[in-house]
């Protein structure tokens, strides 16, 4: 297809909030907050999983890595976002876009296998007690992040390596708070309703399977945990409830966005989905795993106050 004019995009303008200035000021502070709180509470939990040794255990291990991943998933998008809000020219080059899709699907990809990961490892504890040390061994934990980040990068490039050398020549305008692949591949010069295909098929599959398989575990663990109704299972029902709060609220979305909320004929993206996907899911888990889990509070406490008694040493 011959290029329009001989004119080559080199950058992409994302549409953001249509609100007006107000809103967007009250959007910016809104954001920045949360954001903040973000990056503060996943690193507190990184902190405090690596300085306890308490928390050194196979749950907290996998935790770090998804506190990790949720702070990573949170700044490819919020901090260009939060500064686009107070800008009026709202625009990415070609290359940055590119990238903000790579690591999206990165991170959204070992974040979804780690969360399996985290579902076998209640499982163990669960239904498995007496062996729970001996089956979650430190092997196996580097394998479950080893796969976890083989199962993103796959899922990422999967989809970049027929992205990345398509021609952009004409319409550039992303109706998106950020760049993602069904809305910056429809912007091509060349028909992409193949590769479009292809990127729901995969999102969505990775999204689909990733559910039912947390659905599957969630539900046989659920009812063993109410067959043994002994309180030494009350620990692991209070970690079970809280995964199963951060697995339902982040995954099961999933599948209806890239399924259903963006239909083979119109990948229209809902920009609330968008900033919740973004902004307010990685900061779940913090919420979660500080205000629900004791353990994580009495190590943040002790911690802190440790802190303090070698401050005044000084």
């Known amino acids: 297809m011959d290029l329009k004019n001989g004119s080559v995009v080199t950058e992409f303008i994302l549409q953001g909030f249509s609100a007006g200035w107000e809103l967007q000021v009250v959007f910016f502070v809104t954001f920045s907050l949360i954001y903040g709180a973000t990056v503060l509470g996943n690193a507190l939990i990184m902190v405090t999983v690596t300085c306890s040794s308490t928390l050194h255990s196979p749950m907290y291990f996998l935790l770090r890595n998804l506190s990790f991943l949720d702070m990573c998933l949170s700044t490819v998008t919020t901090p260009k976002m939060i500064r686009d809000l107070l800008t009026e020219h709202k625009t990415i080059s070609i290359w940055g876009c590119m990238a903000q899709m790579f690591f999206m699907h990165l991170f959204g990809g070992a974040e979804m296998t780690l969360l399996i990961a985290m579902a076998f490892d209640r499982y163990v504890a669960v239904c498995k007690p007496l062996h729970y040390r001996k089956i979650m061994n430190h092997r196996l934990l580097n394998g479950f992040v080893i ?80 067959r043994r109704s002994s309180g030494g299972l009350s620990k692991a029902l209070s970690t079970l409830s809280a995964h199963i709060t951060v697995v339902m609220v982040t995954l099961f979305f999933g599948p209806c966005i890239f399924i259903y909320a ?53």
């Open 262 to 314: 963006w239909p083979f004929s119109s990948f229209s993206v809902d920009k609330f989905l968008s900033v919740f996907y973004s902004v307010i899911t990685p900061l779940l888990n913090p919420i979660i795993y500080t205000l629900r889990n004791q353990e994580m509070k009495a190590a943040m406490n002790r911690l802190r106050t440790q802190h303090v008694s070698s401050r005044k040493t000084f």
């Open 147 to 226: 796969l976890s980040w083989k199962t993103g990068f796959i899922h990422t490039m999967s989809q970049m390596v027929l992205t990345v050398n398509l021609p952009f020549c004409g319409p550039r305008i992303v109706d998106n708070i950020f760049c993602d692949l069904p809305l910056v591949n429809k912007l091509a010069c060349v028909e992409t309703y193949t590769l479009e295909l292809f990127v729901i098929a995969d999102s969505g599959l990775l999204s689909l399977i990733c559910f039912l398989l947390l659905l599957v575990s969630y539900t046989v663990l659920l009812a063993t945990v109410q």
